[in-house]
């Protein structure tokens, strides 16, 4: 073993004796090949490189640049040598299938699947093109199409588990988007029954069985096979939820109670297992525990205003930070109204995204009537205090010298009073009269 790595690293490094009278293209692909044995890629991709600059319409070259080129994350030229490569060579299914790959990678799966279907023409029974084109199908969300390539794979190789698992998890999404008549639960389980002929008590197999027993209704085969499962080890989340599920459906409160616990005790906040959770200990006349898991349900689903204070204003702050101004004024207005002991911070924060004139004559309508409110609401929350902070005074300075603007330009109008509009389609009006009011808060 030391010697044939000595041997693979002299050829990296040189080859000065036995590389004599051969070629240059020669001697930079055997070199190459010996460095990407020894996964020394950019140097192998350097060797390769030469090989091509010696031998630019070498397909074989094309395609060694190229693979180690997308070892070392060019992928862009990667690509561009293995088109080069099939261009040159229609015939060449290894560019054919890299380019596949890669495309689906950077999760182009239409382009992807072009290739793909290149590959299928010339080779359909090759099960690897008939999964990678229904994988590229899959992804772009046609189930029923994609159904049709890893059918036809599957036939071709009925003993693969993982093929199969696939072509089930295919029936179960078309059934979800359309569960009647349950013609694809009923495929799906032959699919499955076959696979287990050729791997027989293969956990996902029989897991795979336990979710369609399920989704048919029959919780019983569904508690069944699962809880096997579990038996023999297999504590997952996964199993526990459908054990749990299929006990507290068939009404065995008591028997669910310890699934639905351990799921409980993984997620705190899924309102599905509480409430299924407190509906069997209320069943078993566990009233104490059903109660405080309902109290924790009703919580979740309708959290305090006091919490939705805080999740509007952290959201608020999220916005102002990432320099979003329209959707930070409508959480710090959402918030205002959430809680009263902070709704004159609340307004401040909203007054304080400043403008000028400039800003001023450029608002739209919508605009004009929003900053108006916050304004005029601010000022309001300010009338009768005999201190204020100096916060408070350099943000009514602030809001009197805009105020003056909006009072110029209702005189130029002509208008008695206009409309302000809450970010959320709230209405309200305001005089000129107000206006001027508000104005002289802070000369009193």
Request: hydrophobic letters at 40%.
């Amino acid at each position: 073993m030391k010697k044939a790595i000595f041997i693979i690293s002299w050829l990296c490094l040189g080859w000065n004796i036995s590389m004599q009278g051969q070629s240059p293209a020669d001697s930079a692909y055997i070199k190459g090949a010996a460095c990407e044995q020894m996964q020394q890629y950019r140097k192998a991709y350097h060797y390769y490189s030469e090989w091509l600059q010696s031998d630019s319409l070498n397909t074989k070259a094309l395609n060694a640049a190229a693979r180690t080129a997308l070892l070392l994350g060019r992928v862009s030229e990667a690509e561009s040598l293995y088109v080069k490569s099939l261009h040159l060579d229609s015939s060449n299914y290894y560019a054919g299938l890299q380019l596949a790959k890669l495309y689906f990678q950077r999760k182009d799966y239409l382009e992807s699947l072009n290739y793909y279907e290149w590959l299928l023409e010339r080779d359909s029974t090759n099960i690897s093109f008939l999964q990678g084109a229904g994988d590229c199908i899959s992804n772009l969300g046609s189930y029923p199409t994609a159904l049709n390539y890893y059918n036809a794979a599957v036939n071709l190789n009925k003993e693969n588990a993982a093929l199969a698992i696939t072509l089930i998890n295919t029936h179960l999404r078309i059934h979800k988007e359309q569960p009647e008549p349950p013609l694809m639960l009923s495929m799906a389980m032959e699919v499955c029954d076959t696979a287990l002929v050729y791997n027989p008590a293969h956990s996902d197999l029989e897991q795979a069985k336990g979710v369609i027993y399920f989704l048919g209704g029959d919780y019983h085969a569904a508690d069944s096979v699962l809880s096997r499962l579990i038996a023999i080890g297999d504590s997952s989340e996964f199993n526990l939820r459908y054990v749990g599920f299929a006990k507290y459906r068939q009404k065995n409160y008591l028997g669910a109670i310890p699934y639905l616990d351990k799921l409980y005790q993984l997620d705190t906040t899924n309102v599905e297992i509480i409430m299924s959770l407190g509906t069997c200990h209320s069943v078993i006349y566990n009233g104490k525990k059903a109660l405080q898991l309902f109290d924790k349900a009703e919580k979740l689903m309708y959290p305090t205003d006091e919490e939705k204070y805080n999740l509007s204003l952290m959201r608020a702050d999220t916005y102002r930070g990432n320099g979003d101004r329209l959707n930070a004024q409508k959480y710090y207005w959402e918030a205002s109204k959430l809680s009263k002991k902070n709704r004159q911070a609340m307004l401040s924060r909203l007054v304080s995204f400043r403008f000028d004139r400039e800003d001023f004559e450029a608002f739209s309508k919508e605009e004009y009537e929003r900053e108006l409110l916050y304004l005029v609401l601010y000022m309001r929350e300010l009338i009768g205090r005999k201190t204020l902070t100096d916060i408070q005074q350099k943000t009514l300075d602030y809001a009197t010298s805009v105020m003056s603007l909006y009072i110029e330009d209702m005189f130029f109008k002509d208008i008695e009073k206009t409309q302000m509009r809450a970010p959320d389609g709230e209405i309200f009006w305001v005089t000129v009269e107000e206006l001027t009011r508000l104005v002289q808060i802070k000369n009193n």
